[in-house]
């Protein structure tokens, strides 16, 4: 789920501005050695180069839907109209490449198909492969945690929002600050309805009883990656190098060779297979443990803080506070009950306004350069 855990103004878009803001945003992050694994950008070096300064233990990613985009544009102009699309789809091998080896392989091959296109080939060298490929190409961008991410889109997806709560740009401190809270209780209320389906909704591929320790304690996101992920068990067994362990490396989940040997030995997949952010199923802190100082955590207290938590919480709550406990009681059970109101899974709530803009509306920007191609050219070609 995307959620914005902050707000900026800054006078102009230069490293300076970007320190400042960068450097609020550390302020934010309580403890000193946290700091954000990946930080997913656009290629503006003002604010990679604030990033360097600021994080310089985070892996700086570059989106790779705006570099694709990019290419297919120059792709669009400058190659041949019967080697368009071979092209783009050599490009988005290249980019997708799992290892070095492969890369090499698909790059000679994209290189091969551009031979007639020196300008095109120089441009795709100079200004992506040599200076960026490891913030972009999967087999560099595979080493890291990312979660999944390898796009701007999500947050671009927000800003939009924002700039429609925001109506247009000539308001006072205090409508963008309503518009602002207004965006975050929404994003609030989605992230909290999709922790309730991670506690009463199972899917079919997750009855399985392999996902018995996880149902209900990790989210239904990370269940379904996992079992996409097990298809794989037959084709790659518990061979780490067959398997790439592609999903234990940038999403901290259980790969296919994992898998595999969880089958073999006919045991369910362990809940401490799986990195705490898809454990994070409530918007509430949790108890402090005190065992690092040498101190067990206090049972009695804590039990008295669960009935008291209990006593505060509304039915739905009530529920979900339930199935934890009965399912750390009982691991080997299940607590799971239907939802307390039927869910609509069916029809959509129809936008009137669709495709209009709001009036007075007068947020704008200066648009990509593949946004001027596709308006000259037209999107016929694909991508």
């Not at 990679?48 to 994080?55: G, P, Q, R």
């Not at 199972?202 to 320790?213: A, L, V």
């Not at 149902?215 to 990370?222: K, L, T």
């Not at 006593?311 to 406990?325: C, F």
């Amino acid at each position: 789920m995307t959620f914005d855990v902050g707000f900026a103004y800054m006078e102009s878009e230069k490293t300076d501005n970007y320190h400042w803001a960068l450097g609020k945003l550390k302020q934010l992050i309580t403890k000193q050695d946290i700091f954000p694994r990946v930080i997913l950008t656009d290629r503006e070096f003002a604010l990679m180069n604030a990033i360097k300064d600021i994080f310089p233990h985070t892996t700086n990613m570059l989106c790779t839907w705006h570099i694709i985009k990019n290419v297919n544009a120059r792709c669009t102009v400058q190659i041949p109209k019967d080697m368009k699309q071979k092209v783009k789809n050599l490009w988005r091998d290249v980019v997708e490449s799992p290892d070095e080896v492969e890369y090499q392989q698909r790059l000679n091959a994209f290189q091969q198909a551009c031979v007639n296109s020196s300008n095109f080939v120089e441009y795709v060298n100079n200004t992506w492969l040599a200076p960026h490929k490891e913030q972009f190409v999967e087999a560099w961008t595979n080493r890291v945690m990312h979660l999944g991410n390898t796009t701007t889109n999500r947050v671009e997806s927000a800003h939009w929002r924002l700039k429609k709560m925001l109506e247009h740009s000539k308001g006072d401190l205090c409508k963008c600050l309503e518009g602002m809270n207004d965006n975050i209780r929404l994003e609030v209320d989605k992230i909290k309805k999709s922790f309730q389906k991670s506690f009463y909704y199972t899917e079919k591929t997750h009855s399985s009883p392999f996902f018995q320790y996880l149902r209900n304690f990790v989210s239904r996101a990370a269940i379904t990656l996992i079992s996409d992920e097990m298809e794989r068990i037959d084709i790659v067994g518990t061979n780490k190098n067959l398997c790439g362990c592609k999903l234990r490396s940038t999403c901290e989940l259980p790969c296919a060779c994992e898998l595999s040997g969880y089958t073999t030995s006919g045991v369910p997949i362990p809940l401490d297979s799986v990195h705490g952010h898809w454990k994070k199923l409530t918007m509430e802190e949790p108890l402090e443990d005190d065992t690092e100082d040498g101190y067990e955590l206090d049972m009695s207290n804590a039990m008295e803080a669960i009935w008291t938590r209990f006593r505060s919480l509304d039915i739905v709550g009530k529920r979900a506070l339930k199935s934890k406990v009965f399912e750390l009681a009982y691991p080997a059970s299940s607590s799971l009950c239907p939802p307390p109101e039927k869910i609509k899974t069916r029809g959509g709530v129809k936008n009137k306004n669709k495709g209009k803009a709001p009036k007075g509306y007068d947020v704008y920007r200066d648009p990509s350069y593949f946004e001027h191609v596709e308006r000259e050219y037209g999107d016929s070609q694909g991508d």
